[in-house]
């Protein structure tokens, strides 16, 4: 539904360039909800930003829907009509929510449908089938700033529906939300993938959005998708840091001369009684170090970290035996939690930087002032 070739985006800032997108190749399937996860600065909004060419790519292609978005491109700043047309089918999502504060929760809804230019009847009507949809329909003659964030979030949500997108984007439509309101919205998500075969392609720097409704997902780094995947795949992947990241399991050896092992059960092999068996067919003593039972994408996985007595070599038989069973066993290196680790300390630097960037899309609430400027934006 969304590919990306060779995608690449350089910012010429203050006579400096920064590169970044580098040969981003994303593929995101009809009807999945796919992740994107990085650390600050790892380009996830730049991708999401060139996805709908409210940034335009400095090389490479964007498919959606099976039209190319970068052939559409206009000249110039503004979008040509094909371009346009191409994305009012593409909903956006922001962190902010980006509400006209002087406006009702329903004229909010509206407004995309302003710009499309349907008429006044059937914006309203259509306005209000979509708090409905979204479970606002009371508050739709009130105003952004008599809402929660939450119920924000659900007008921003709402008015990216507004043109019947087949794809909505996301670009941390949670992080300004607790954690409760955040599974809130995110179960509002997953029900509109469900309901209305909407494909989400969203980014997060939080691994339990992930968890909790990704089918797909890429890890970033420094312009570059690094892993990706289906959430079953990266878990099947040895030495995938998604997967560790998404299912850690830690635990220390008793001592120097073992073997460390990370079992990963998934599927039919979650109900056998592995361990025990491998126990007995091999007369071994086996601790188990770490464990931990957790539902990934709606499947039920279970990690493990065990030791078993003596090194690898005299080990290769009984792991032969568990990875037979279709259970994926990972040696662990002594030291391999040291550097593990996706999300751990944010670049600074980048941080300090994406901030100063802030564009309008990103200012928290949109005052009247810059309303026309924001217009503009969505129009574009
Ligand atoms: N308009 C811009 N002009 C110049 N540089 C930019 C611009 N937008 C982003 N950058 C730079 O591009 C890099 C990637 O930024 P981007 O906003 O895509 O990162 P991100 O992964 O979304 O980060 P965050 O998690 O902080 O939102 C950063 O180094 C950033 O400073
Ligand atoms: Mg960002």
Do not use: W
């Not at 909790?212 to 970033?220: P, V």
């Amino acid at each position: 539904m969304i590919t990306t070739t060779g995608l690449t985006k350089v910012y010429e800032s203050r006579g400096r360039q920064v590169t970044a997108l580098d040969g981003v190749d994303l593929h995101v399937r009809e009807g999945e909800v796919f992740g994107v996860i990085g650390q600050s600065g790892a380009g996830k909004s730049s991708l999401i930003r060139c996805v709908n060419l409210l940034e335009r790519p400095t090389s490479g292609t964007v498919t959606v829907d099976g039209t190319d978005l970068t052939a559409l491109a206009g000249r110039g700043r503004r979008a040509n009509k094909d371009l346009r047309r191409a994305r009012s089918r593409i909903g956006m999502v922001f962190q902010h929510f980006n509400l006209l504060s002087s406006r009702t929760v329903k004229d909010n809804v509206e407004l995309p449908l302003e710009i499309l230019g349907v008429s006044g009847a059937d914006r309203s009507r259509r306005a209000l089938e979509l708090l409905d949809l979204v479970g606002l329909a009371d508050k739709a003659r009130a105003y952004p700033g008599q809402l929660s964030g939450g119920q924000k979030q659900r007008v921003g949500i709402a008015r990216a529906l507004a043109g019947n997108p087949k794809v909505l984007l996301s670009d941390e439509a949670t992080s300004a939300l607790d954690p409760e309101t955040t599974r809130s919205i995110l179960q509002l998500l997953r029900d509109l993938n469900r309901q209305l075969g909407l494909t989400v392609l969203l980014i997060t720097h939080e691994m339990d959005v992930v968890k909790q409704i990704c089918d797909s997902a890429a890890l970033m780094k420094k312009g570059r998708v690094v892993e990706s995947g289906t959430v079953a795949e990266l878990l099947a992947t040895p030495g995938s840091e998604l997967a560790h990241e998404l299912f850690p399991v830690t635990g220390d050896a008793s001592g120097p001369g073992s073997t460390v092992l990370d079992v990963t059960f998934h599927g039919e092999a979650a109900t056998q009684p592995v361990i025990s068996q491998l126990s007995r067919t091999y007369n071994i003593d086996i601790s188990i170090l770490g464990a931990a039972m957790d539902t990934v994408g709606g499947r039920q996985i279970g990690r493990m970290r065990i030791e078993l007595p003596g090194p690898y070599e005299e080990n290769v038989v009984p792991i032969g035996f568990l990875r037979e069973q279709g259970l994926q066993a990972e040696l662990v290196a002594p030291d391999a939690d040291a550097d593990a680790g996706a999300g751990a300390g944010a670049d600074a630097d980048a941080d300090a930087e994406a901030d100063a960037d802030a564009d309008v899309q990103e200012k928290a609430a949109v005052p009247a002032q810059n309303a026309p400027k924001l217009v503009k934006e969505i129009a574009k």
